[in-house]
Structures are given as C-alpha cells and as structure tokens.
Antibody, heavy 122, light 107 residues
Framework: EVQLLESGGGLVQPGGSLRLSCAASGFTLSTYVMNWVRQAPGKGLEWVSS????????HYADSVKGRFTISRDNSRNTVHLQMNSLRAEDTAVYYC???????????????WGQGALVTVSS | EIVMTQSPATLSVSPGERATLSCRAS??????LAWYQQKPGQTPRLLIY???TRATDIPARFSGSGSGTEFTLTISSLQSEDFAVYYC?????????FGPGTKVDVK
C-alpha cells in the first residue's frame, strides 16, 4: 500500500526554522516527482514546492522562494522541506504529495499524506 | 503565473441531482488540469487528471471535460458522500496553481 507520512510539524516563533519530513512506503520513491502543498486554516490549497525524481530540479512558490528548501533521500525513502525565516502566514497544514508519472497530459497528485501542522506564532 | 478561477464559489444541490463545476485558466493549459475533492478533516483526493481521465477507483458519475482555458467537472447524480469542496489545479507550467475551490453543499 502506498503511504506518505509527514513529521516535524509544530509551534515555532516568527523568524524560526522547522524541518518537515515525509516518509514514503509502498512504492519506489526514486521514480516519482514529489511535492509539498499547504493549506492555511479554513483556506484553500497552495502548492509550495516540487522536486524531480533525482533531486536535480526543484521549484518553489514565490511566497516561499529563498526561505524554503526541498530535498530528497531516495535511499532512505524520504522527502524533506527545510523552512527558514518562518512567518505567521506560513501557518498551515503541510501535505506531502506524490505526482502521477509523466506521460501525455498525465499529472496531478494521486497520493497525499495526512499532513503536518505548522504554527508560526509568538 | 497562471491564475485559476472557479465558479460558482458555492453550489447548492439536492441528492440525485446533477452538479456542474467550472474552472478557468488565465492562459491555455492544453489538457494539463486536475480536479480534487476534499471533505472536511480529510486530505484531498485526486478525481480527474488530463482534464478528462478519471483517477483510480473514482466512480463513473464523476466526469471532466474541456481543454485550453475552460474546464468542467460534472457529477451526474450527487450522492451524500459527494458533498465537499472541489479544487482544480494546473500542472502545465511553474508555479503550479490551484483554483480557490467550489463548495458543493446540500440544497
């Protein structure tokens, strides 16, 4: 069974740092693009970052560029999101999500973790 | 950045009725569009990708259509478990973007 399990969420002060991890199981992580999506309380979905299968290509939303870093360790079946210089507006549930394989118009995120709550507050 | 808009914001439908949700992109996506369903307290679930291909285990009452900038998600006969928020997402270009969502509630 494909599973994604996020960890590392919690309460952090503005300006602080946090590192989220996503443990993948039930599939070969190295063959999929992985992503982070967040959802502020009562709000919609916001894409945060994506990383290619090998980790050689990364993309970020403008709202987090320069502050967040996505990485992956395929040997350990994990994906990480290092979040620095956190702001109140970064408060959200952060989901790890697996992308469908590329091919034609195939896309979208077919598997999501349960999410990790990040609260930025003093 | 490609801006996604969805209409209506809220759709009130009776069980058994048809629901039609719209999604518009600020530029052409070809068919690089996905639809998700999210129920309260749950994670999003992929319904449709490639604008019209149902994801694994998605019931046939869900269908997607459109290409370019105009897309539609149709639920042919609403079941009680279909009342939820529905999001569209473009994966044609970076940054990836989601629409603001359409809430389908009970009429």
């Amino acid at each position: 069974e494909v599973q994604l399990l996020e960890s590392g969420g919690g309460l952090v002060q503005p300006g602080g740092s946090l590192r989220l991890s996503c443990a993948a199981s039930g599939f070969t992580l190295s063959t999929y693009v992985m992503n982070w999506v967040r959802q502020a309380p009562g709000k919609g979905l916001e894409w945060v970052s994506s990383i290619s299968e090998s980790g050689g290509e990364t993309h970020y939303a403008d709202s987090v560029k320069g502050r967040f870093t996505i990485s992956r360790d395929n040997s350990r079946n994990t994906v990480h999101l290092q979040m620095n210089s956190l702001r109140a507006e970064d408060t959200a549930v952060y989901y790890c999500a697996k992308r469908l394989p590329y091919g034609g118009s195939s896309g979208g995120f077919d598997k999501w973790g349960q999410g990790a709550l990040v609260t930025v507050s003093s | 950045e490609i801006v996604m808009t969805q209409s209506p914001a809220t759709l009130s439908v009776s069980p058994g009725e048809r629901a039609t949700l719209s999604c518009r992109a600020s530029q052409s996506l070809n068919s690089n569009l996905a639809w998700y369903q999210q129920k309260p307290g749950q994670t999003p679930r992929l319904l449709i990708y490639g604008a019209s291909t149902r994801a694994t285990d998605i019931p046939a009452r869900f269908s997607g259509s459109g290409s370019g900038t105009e897309f539609t998600l149709t639920i042919s006969s609403l079941q009680s478990e279909d009342f939820a928020v529905y999001y569209c997402q473009q994966y044609y270009n970076w940054p990836l973007t989601f629409g603001p969502g359409t809430k389908v509630d009970v009429k």
